[in-house]
Nanobody, 120 residues
Framework: QVQLVESGGGLVQAGGSLRLSCAASGSIFNINVMGWYRQAPGKQRELVATITSGGSTNYADSVKGRFTISRDNTKNTVYLQMNSLKPEDTAVYYC??????????????WGQGTQVTVSS
């Protein structure tokens, strides 16, 4: 069983920063894309940022210039550095990864989520 465990969420004032971490564990052959999604109350889950195994990144327009996604392949961990946080960033943030436990597999895995609350 592959597990994704997020950490680093919390309460922060507008303009502050947080760094989220997501560590993948279990029987892992390869992790291609890793990313972060978020879901605010009453909203659909939306993509925040993704990063490929080669380091190519994509960001939602709403977070460009403020958030930075990175990964440490030796630790099977993805990070999301969030700066200049705004109240509209408040959401549960979910880690997502396409994980192969063996060659030819491509499983979409999700973490349990970590709450980020940005106060005005």
């Amino acid at each position: 069983q592959v597990q994704l465990v997020e950490s680093g969420g919390g309460l922060v004032q507008a303009g502050g920063s947080l760094r989220l971490s997501c560590a993948a564990s279990g029987s892992i052959f390869n992790i291609n894309v890793m990313g972060w999604y978020r879901q605010a109350p009453g909203k659909q889950r939306e993509l925040v940022a993704t990063i490929t195994s080669g380091g190519s990144t994509n960001y939602a327009d709403s977070v460009k210039g403020r958030f930075t996604i990175s990964r440490d392949n030796t630790k099977n961990t993805v990070y999301l550095q969030m700066n200049s946080l705004k109240p509209e960033d408040t959401a549960v943030y979910y880690c997502n990864a396409y994980v192969a436990r063996r060659a030819g597999e491509n499983l979409n895995s999700w973490g349990q989520g970590t709450q980020v609350t940005v106060s005005s």
